[in-house]
């Protein structure tokens, strides 16, 4: 597969309490946040209704990995995420480096002049739109999609 692909992405950030979720455009030009979901049972069906509503072709997850590249309790608990949202929303789920999303987001909001007590609301969809406008930036740049295919999920022909 090579070339950009056309269509609305969601990028979506898991956390312990909240999930931070953001889209792009159809072009795949810009990242913009979208909500913050709480961290409960319904937070699978919450995003498959956001990828409806935007008539999503694909959910990007950030993969929380060490620095030094190994795999964290974090981790598993994002792919189990990933793959619940997988089999709730039938799309495709790519898995996506994230190590630096968070800390990007709180960079970004503190240059901002945001306190980290003030952002503690957003900050989840903001380091979502970091890893979505990350992996869009590498689709466009290598022809490639981003992270790696959840297993469980079928990529659309």
Same mark, same amino acid.
């Given at each position: 597969?090579?070339?950009?692909?056309?269509?609305?992405?969601?990028?979506?950030?898991?956390?312990?309490?909240?999930?931070?979720?953001?889209?792009?455009?159809?072009?795949?030009?810009?990242?913009?946040?979208?909500?913050?979901?709480?961290?409960?049972?319904?937070?699978?069906?919450?995003?498959?209704?956001?990828?409806?509503?935007?008539?999503?072709?694909?959910?990007?997850?950030?993969?929380?990995?060490?620095?030094?590249?190994?795999?964290?309790?974090?981790?598993?608990?994002?792919?189990?995420?990933?793959?619940? %949202? =997988? /089999?709730?929303?039938? *799309?495709?789920?790519? #898995?996506?480096? +994230?190590?630096?999303?968070?800390?990007? @987001?709180? !960079?970004?909001?503190?240059?901002?002049?945001?306190?980290?007590?003030?952002?503690?609301?957003?900050?989840?969809? %903001? =380091? /979502?739109?970091?890893? *979505?406008?990350?992996? #869009?930036?590498? +689709?466009?740049?290598?022809?490639?999609? @981003?992270? !790696?295919?959840?297993?469980?999920?079928?990529?659309?022909?």
């Amino acid at each position: 597969m090579s070339g950009f692909r056309r269509g609305v992405r969601l990028g979506i950030d898991v956390g312990k309490a909240r999930v931070g979720v953001a889209r792009c455009n159809r072009d795949g030009l810009l990242a913009v946040p979208v909500e913050t979901v709480p961290r409960t049972d319904a937070a699978a069906a919450r995003i498959t209704d956001l990828a409806a509503e935007y008539d999503a072709f694909e959910l990007l997850v950030g993969l929380p990995v060490s620095l030094s590249g190994t795999e964290t309790a974090s981790t598993e608990d994002a792919r189990a995420f990933a793959a619940e %949202v =997988a /089999a709730a929303s039938g *799309l495709p789920v790519r #898995l996506v480096d +994230e190590r630096l999303s968070t800390v990007s @987001a709180h !960079a970004a909001l503190r240059d901002a002049g945001r306190s980290q007590r003030s952002s503690r609301r957003i900050v989840d969809q %903001v =380091a /979502a739109v970091v890893l *979505l406008q990350q992996a #869009l930036d590498v +689709e466009k740049s290598t022809g490639t999609p @981003a992270g !790696a295919l959840l297993p469980e999920s079928q990529e659309n022909p």
